[in-house]
């Protein structure tokens, strides 16, 4: 196994980055993995379950000497971060994030960054609703998307062997420009997400619903709905904070649809309804024809980690 990296500092050392310890460890990418997280329980923890190799106080002291740093941290905070660690970054480092927006860490993250070293954005779309470094687990990345958004004047060379890492991690890898990945991603991510957070609000305070039936009879979409609203909500706050703009495109043209559909229901307008259901299903269809998710009963989730 040849190595890509001497040293990778991971900063934050939840479930991705847990995960891409264990990833490179499988791989061999690195010859050191060292963390850093705000809590020394979480340090610990990170240590004794062998995510890396050693863990820091200071993301300063992370990053010192290291040939590859990753931005683990939520989003609202990567700016902070940049920052603090730019005065011990060395010429050549790359550095890089994980963040499901990409125009507004590249502003926050790129006005730090020093002469030399070279800024790559990345996106793994990959996790699970469970956080913290006890979630992290080596396959996360293993046929998932990862994609990448360097700015204009990125190192190709660099750029190339940040996908090679991606790759060796498990993933499929796509280039793509931020404004672009925002956008697609609020169609596929932070508009479903918020779609379930409200409706997991609704049945809280539907009186007429009690709680042990929401329990009780949760099973198809409303139990897919939990599982998505139980993801980490400081994460999810500064996603919608931070791409205000895509969310708010998409999720207007969703209230367009969702009214249209009330009318149809309404009117009792079964075909409305039977087209717009075929069209859907259809998406669905081509989902599963991609290798994202399976046709098997309980989306093939019985006895495994959802992700």
């Given at each position: 196994?040849?190595?890509?990296?001497?040293?990778?500092?991971?900063?934050?050392?939840?479930?991705?980055?847990g995960s891409m310890g264990l990833a490179m460890k499988r791989a061999g990418l690195a010859s050191q993995i060292v963390g850093h997280a705000r809590s020394s329980e979480?340090?610990?923890t990170a240590l004794k379950l062998g995510l890396v190799d050693a863990v820091c106080d200071t993301?300063?002291?992370?990053?010192?000497?290291?040939?590859?740093?990753?931005?683990?941290?939520?989003?609202?905070?990567?700016g902070d971060v940049a920052a603090e660690i730019a005065p011990a970054l060395k010429a050549g480092t790359v550095v890089s994030d994980v963040g499901s927006v990409k125009a507004k860490v590249i502003d926050m993250v790129g006005e730090h960054i020093p002469e030399g070293v070279h800024f790559i954005p990345a996106h793994p779309i990959a996790g699970t609703e469970n956080s913290g470094p006890n979630a992290g687990?080596?396959?996360?990345?293993?046929?998932?998307w990862t994609i990448l958004t360097p700015v204009g004047d990125a190192d190709t060379g660099e750029v190339a062997k940040?996908?090679?890492y991606w790759e060796r991690l498990g993933a499929k890898v796509d280039v793509m420009e931020p404004e672009r990945h925002d956008l697609v991603l609020s169609v596929t991510s932070h508009v479903p997400?918020?779609?379930?957070?409200?409706?997991v609000g609704v049945a809280d305070d539907?009186?007429?619903?009690?709680?042990?039936e929401v329990i009780e009879f949760s099973t198809g979409g409303f139990r897919d709905f939990t599982r998505i609203a139980a993801s980490d909500p400081t994460m999810w706050r500064d996603v919608f904070l931070n791409n205000k703009e895509a969310t708010l495109d998409v999720l207007g043209r969703f209230t367009e649809e969702l009214f249209d559909l009330q009318r149809a229901i309404r009117r009792g307008d079964g075909e409305q309804l039977f087209?717009?259901?075929?069209?859907?299903?259809?998406?669905?269809?081509g989902i599963i024809e991609a290798g994202h998710d399976t046709a098997a009963d309980d989306f093939g989730r019985a006895g495994k980690k959802d992700s």
């Open positions: 196994m040849t190595q890509i990296y001497d040293k990778v500092a991971l900063i934050g050392l939840g479930l991705i980055a979480t340090r610990n993301a300063a002291e992370a990053v010192a000497d290291a040939d590859l740093v990753v931005l683990c941290v939520p989003v609202g905070v990567m687990f080596t396959e996360l990345f293993d046929g998932k940040l996908r090679t997400h918020l779609i379930a957070y409200t409706m539907l009186e007429r619903v009690t709680d042990k087209e717009h259901f075929t069209r859907t299903r259809a998406i669905r269809r």
